[in-house]
């Protein structure tokens, strides 16, 4: 199995559109970028996607990807779905799974489009692409927004989705000790409604045991790449981690 973040960045992606600040100049200069979030999980020749970036087109196409067998959505929020109509010129029949009041939030801009929603209860784990998925509720006012839990061959990834601290007890136990745990930070410090900052992602990272952690949802708030990531274990797009089907041993790049 491959986890793959195809975009690290946060609702307006690194550079921002009229931003000259440090960090978006730097990556101007440079020639990086952060594209709207989505991570690919690939696992028996078949992908499934947890969000389907504005950024969608190419990083589908700058990982080769043919067709996406499975898409789940964590949210209504447009960096979160934005991209799906990618799919809809390319590829019918495209299975969608949240629970049923992110499908009707996300649903009010999809009149258009043609997918198959498929409704999935929080707590309630079920099969995909041979992964158990467990979704859990978090904390992303005011909308409902949902976390994800993948399960195979002894591994357990997180994905904490948009969300403040401030996330129910119930999730905090599936969220238990990850052997990978890509979660948001917004910027290294501040308070935000939504969303967490570096330290709170790194403390709810420890507070849960996780194995390895990777920050996403990244804004230009931190410095530039190569600075932010001698301080914070900062994801980039195209990062991927590797999971072995020996049992035994754990690792990953
Ligand atoms: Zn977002
Ligand atoms: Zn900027
Ligand atoms: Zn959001």
Not at 95 to 117: A, C, L, N, R
Not at 127 to 151: R, S, W
Request: proline content about 5%; some cysteine; glycine content about 6%.
């Amino acid at each position: 199995m491959r986890v793959t973040l195809l975009g690290t960045g946060d609702s307006t992606g690194i550079p921002i559109i009229g931003c000259h600040c440090k960090t978006c100049e730097d990556a101007r200069k440079k020639g990086w970028e952060r594209k709207r979030f989505s991570v690919m999980i690939q696992n028996e020749g078949k992908i499934l996607l947890i969000d389907t970036s504005p950024d969608m087109r190419r990083q589908l196409l700058d990982t080769n990807v043919d067709r996406v067998d499975a898409v789940i959505w964590t949210h209504c929020h447009f960096d979160h779905f934005g991209g799906f109509g990618n799919f809809y010129r390319v590829q019918s029949d495209v299975k969608v799974y949240t629970t049923p009041k992110i499908h009707d939030d996300i649903g009010k801009f999809m009149s258009f489009m043609e997918y198959k929603p498929i409704e999935v209860e929080c707590y309630e784990p079920f099969e995909l692409i041979g992964l158990k998925i467990t979704l859990f509720e978090v904390n992303h006012p005011p909308v409902d927004a949902i976390g994800v839990k993948i399960e195979w061959n002894g591994y357990k990834i997180v994905v904490s989705g948009d969300t403040n601290a401030d996330i129910p007890k119930r999730s905090l136990e599936e969220m238990e000790e990850p052997d990978l745990f890509i979660v948001e930070a917004l910027a290294p410090r501040g308070r935000f409604k939504k969303h967490m900052n570096a330290e709170e992602a790194l403390s709810l990272a420890k507070k849960i045991r996780a194995r390895k952690t990777v920050l996403t949802h990244v804004g230009h708030f931190f410095p530039p790449h190569d600075i932010a990531v001698k301080k914070y274990p900062i994801g980039y797009d195209y990062q991927s981690f590797e999971f072995s089907n020996v049992k035994l041993t754990r690792f990953f790049k």
